[in-house]
Structure formats: structure tokens, C-alpha cells
């Protein structure tokens, strides 16, 4: 159990980190999910679209420091593939 008040303090802050970085998570998940689904639909327009706004959600986890960069443009790389060779 943290005794100083510092420790205390820094366990708060880290709950609230951990309930913004998992709504920040979830958020990329579903756009990601999106780009899926109208991949297994078959829809190239409506992949591409999805994928055009998956993008920007990748780069911003990656600049709030919940996803890795290299994680965030493999992620990226390979819809993208999957995109075009529909």
C-alpha cells in the first residue's frame, strides 16, 4: 500500500490514465474493425473509405503514446494491402 503522499497521488493519476488510454484503444479497435468488416463484405469503396478514417485514429494513438509506432504502421501497412488487392 503506498504510504507517501506522492504514491498516492501517482495511483490516481494512473487510474485515470488507464480508463483514457483503454477509451483511446477502443476507439482505434472499432475503426479498425470498420476497415474489416467491409473487407470481409467484399466493398472496396466503403474498405477504402473506412480506411481513410481508420488512418488518422492510428497516428493519433501513436502520438498520445498508446500504440507503438512500428505497431501503428504495421497495422496500417497491412489493411492497406488488403484494400487495394480487393
Do not use: C, W, Y
Amino acid at each position: 500500500m503506498a504510504n507517501t503522499p506522492q504514491a498516492k497521488k501517482r495511483i490516481r493519476r494512473n487510474e485515470k490514465r488507464a480508463e483514457i488510454n483503454g477509451n483511446r484503444m477502443s476507439r482505434i479497435r472499432t475503426f479498425v474493425k470498420k476497415v474489416e468488416a467491409a473487407l470481409d463484405g467484399g466493398d472496396k469503396p466503403a474498405a477504402a473509405e473506412a480506411l481513410k478514417a481508420a488512418q488518422p485514429e492510428l497516428a493519433r494513438g501513436v502520438a498520445r503514446g498508446v500504440l507503438h509506432k512500428n505497431t501503428a504502421s504495421r497495422k496500417l501497412s497491412r489493411l492497406t494491402k488488403r484494400v487495394s488487392s480487393l
